[in-house]
């Protein structure tokens, strides 16, 4: 019996993102993949354009598709620092709602939830916040209810505070 279509996500790269968010969630995929002989994950780099993305830490990552052309993935997760942005403020957002319509579960690890809640799609729900955001988060999102925990799941939304969660 062959395994099953393994599972895409996606990882939405803003610059200044905190790189270690997001090896600390390829590498356990890797890891996985490796340890049960098979292809359970897949993932992709996704930015805005086709132009590689700086990290916190000033290291350049290729995207492997633009925001415009994703759509294969069943997750897709920002990462961001807390001032990131949309470089286009209506395509972007708009995008991130097309795919929430189609059924993709979207996420934020760190400040990647600022953007995520800008576009629209954290009201009413609960989310994953750093301890050092809550403050500005708070402020900026009122009808967003922040939450001590490193991980939570609210329905579609997966938030996660920090790398090391």
Request: glycine share 10%; aromatic share 10%.
């Amino acid at each position: 019996m062959a395994p099953p279509a393994p599972l895409r996500l996606g990882f939405l790269m803003f610059p200044g993102f905190p790189m270690a968010c997001l090896t600390s969630a390829i590498e356990p995929l890797r890891a996985a993949n490796e340890i049960i002989g098979h292809k359970a994950f897949e993932w992709l780099l996704v930015a805005e354009d086709a132009a590689p993305v700086r990290s916190s830490a000033e290291v350049r990552f290729e995207p492997d598709v633009r925001l415009a052309d994703c759509g294969d993935v069943d997750h897709l997760y920002l990462l961001s620092p807390p001032t990131g942005a949309f470089a286009d403020p209506r395509h972007g957002p708009a995008r991130l709602r097309w795919l929430d319509r189609t059924g993709v579960v979207l996420g934020a690890f760190s400040g990647g939830i600022f953007p995520l809640a800008r576009a629209g799609l954290m009201e009413g729900r609960g989310c994953s916040v750093h301890w050092c955001y809550e403050a500005a988060f708070k402020a900026e999102f009122p009808k967003v209810t922040p939450s001590e925990a490193v991980i939570l799941r609210d329905k579609r939304r997966i938030t996660a505070s920090g790398a090391g969660a």
